[in-house]
């Protein structure tokens, strides 16, 4: 079965008219009177996962169409686990430090995701595509980084305020000449079927 993959700039938090609509598709993606989303924090500190979760019910909450619940993901493992239960799959953006080294444990993503929708905000979105480059002030040089291919293009998030834009398309271009380029701006979404 497609998967929906509704991948986002960065942002989430601003008062934005996009920011609600993609906070709308958390309960819309799914075709059921309860969804089930399952929430991941993984490129943010642990020590702040509960308060984003309820940050982020609020969001979901004042633009549910539907009743839902909200469960968070605490490991890998415990994602790859729970997806199956769940309708849709929310991946937060953050610190690519901090997700990176989690990445090779979740290469069963695309099986569990199957049939679902796939939420993700900046790093959400890099994890996902093929290849990705970061803010240039977050790492040492400028590199091009590997997601988990479930989409087959390079991905750049913040679009609207990268200051490097010429730059990151040419590394993306070397890496992946034949792969297209998504641009993804702050508080703006794309959607995909796949």
Known sequence: MPITFILHGGETSRADPSNESFFRYFTTAAAKPVVAILMCYFSKPEETWLERLEADRQRVAKQATKEFR???ATSPEH???ELPKHDVLYVA??????????VPRLQALPDKLDGKAYLG???GA???SSQYVLSFDKQESPS?????????????CHWDIEPQKEQKVRL??????RAPI?????CKYSIFIA
């Open 70 to 72: 909200l469960t968070l």
């Open 79 to 81: 994602l790859l686990e």
């Open 93 to 102: 953006g953050g610190d690519a430090e901090l997700i990176e080294p989690l």
């Open 121 to 123: 905000c900046s790093m």
């Open 126 to 128: 890099f994890i996902v």
């Open 144 to 156: 091009v980084h590997q997601g988990l291919g479930l989409l087959p293009f390079s991905t750049l």
């Open 172 to 177: 993306l271009l070397e890496a992946a000449p």
């Open 182 to 186: 998504l641009a993804l701006e702050e």
